[in-house]
């Protein structure tokens, strides 16, 4: 019962993704596009939560449906907001691109082991086991998950703060520049 | 019991869906975009239970609270037409 359930639910929200995704290339009032796209993000959210990546769904919900629609809507604010249809020549190739991409995943989606498959490297390797065990003593930290990501990938952790801060001062800048010069139109 | 409850959820998403995809007017999309969300936090909660891990019930809380300023955000934006942000920050610093 439980796992019939689970199968519906997925194949029911999947549907509603290949809808929404269907209507957002569709529709040209872009208005409607933000909406639908965070939707398209509340969608994936469930889908994640289904998969037991609350985290995951967590960051999808927050950055997808909450900041990425407002930003939306603030750039339609300053730009207009309806898209111009793709002339018929510039479509073909960009079907192509699409189709290529979309066969390379699926054939990347080949090599991965089936859902819930219990022998996979992360179940069997010996590592899991060592750092389950280990990682208390050696950090220190109770939430294992915190202590791999901040100890042990702390290299790794450090590369995408360094991204992240450079996105926010390339963004400062951008704004900086903006008000600068409006204030120096008034003067 | 919860199995009846998440076919009612779905089916309400499905109708929030299908009112965001028709319209016609703008508000309709805000609305079905805020019910939207609303369902989402009953979908989570609802598939807490009906999979044995009602601990995610404090997930779907979070997820109201992001819903509920999105949609003042939004609707903000629709009126002001901006967000204040270049340099009328602080003049109509209402939220």
Redesign the interface.
């Given at each position: 019962m439980s796992a019939l359930a689970f199968d519906a639910l997925n194949v029911f929200l999947l549907a509603c993704l290949v809808v929404t995704g269907l209507a957002i290339a569709r529709l040209r009032g872009l208005f409607a596009v933000a909406m639908l796209s965070g939707i398209y993000s509340l969608l994936s959210a469930s889908v994640f939560v289904l998969l037991d990546a609350v985290d995951v769904a967590f960051t999808e919900a927050a950055v997808g449906a909450g900041m990425t629609t407002v930003l939306f809507l603030a750039t339609f604010g300053l730009t207009r907001s309806r898209e111009h249809a793709a002339p018929h020549q510039k479509r073909v190739p960009a079907l192509l691109v699409a189709v290529a991409c979309g066969g390379v995943l699926l054939v990347a989606l080949s090599d991965m082991p089936p859902f819930g498959a219990a022998d996979t490297p992360v179940q069997t390797d010996p590592i899991t086991e060592r750092y389950v065990e280990t990682t208390h003593e050696e950090v220190g930290i109770p939430n294992m998950v915190t202590t791999l990501l901040a100890s042990y990938r702390g290299f790794d952790t450090l590369g995408e703060v360094v991204v992240v801060f450079t996105a926010g001062i390339a963004v400062l800048m951008l704004l900086g520049r903006c008000s600068r010069e409006r204030a120096e139109d008034e003067s | 019991m919860f199995?009846a409850a998440?076919l009612a959820v779905?089916t309400t998403?499905?109708l929030?869906?299908a009112r965001?995809?028709l319209?016609p007017t703008?508000y309709d999309?805000?609305l079905?975009?805020n019910v939207?969300?609303t369902k989402?936090v009953l979908?989570?909660a609802v598939?807490g239970f009906?999979?044995?891990?009602p601990e995610?019930l404090d997930?779907g809380l979070?997820?109201a609270l992001?819903?509920f300023?999105?949609t003042v955000?939004?609707l903000k934006?629709?009126h002001y037409?901006?967000?204040g942000?270049?340099?009328g920050a602080g003049e109509h610093d209402d939220l």
């Amino acid at each position: 019962m439980s796992a019939l359930a689970f199968d519906a639910l997925n194949v029911f929200l999947l549907a509603c993704l290949v809808v929404t995704g269907l209507a957002i290339a569709r529709l040209r009032g872009l208005f409607a596009v933000a909406m639908l796209s965070g939707i398209y993000s509340l969608l994936s959210a469930s889908v994640f939560v289904l998969l037991d990546a609350v985290d995951v769904a967590f960051t999808e919900a927050a950055v997808g449906a909450g900041m990425t629609t407002v930003l939306f809507l603030a750039t339609f604010g300053l730009t207009r907001s309806r898209e111009h249809a793709a002339p018929h020549q510039k479509r073909v190739p960009a079907l192509l691109v699409a189709v290529a991409c979309g066969g390379v995943l699926l054939v990347a989606l080949s090599d991965m082991p089936p859902f819930g498959a219990a022998d996979t490297p992360v179940q069997t390797d010996p590592i899991t086991e060592r750092y389950v065990e280990t990682t208390h003593e050696e950090v220190g930290i109770p939430n294992m998950v915190t202590t791999l990501l901040a100890s042990y990938r702390g290299f790794d952790t450090l590369g995408e703060v360094v991204v992240v801060f450079t996105a926010g001062i390339a963004v400062l800048m951008l704004l900086g520049r903006c008000s600068r010069e409006r204030a120096e139109d008034e003067s | 019991m919860f199995a009846a409850a998440m076919l009612a959820v779905a089916t309400t998403m499905a109708l929030a869906l299908a009112r965001a995809l028709l319209g016609p007017t703008v508000y309709d999309r805000i609305l079905a975009l805020n019910v939207f969300g609303t369902k989402t936090v009953l979908f989570i909660a609802v598939a807490g239970f009906l999979f044995g891990r009602p601990e995610f019930l404090d997930i779907g809380l979070v997820y109201a609270l992001i819903n509920f300023i999105g949609t003042v955000a939004v609707l903000k934006l629709m009126h002001y037409g901006e967000l204040g942000w270049i340099d009328g920050a602080g003049e109509h610093d209402d939220l």
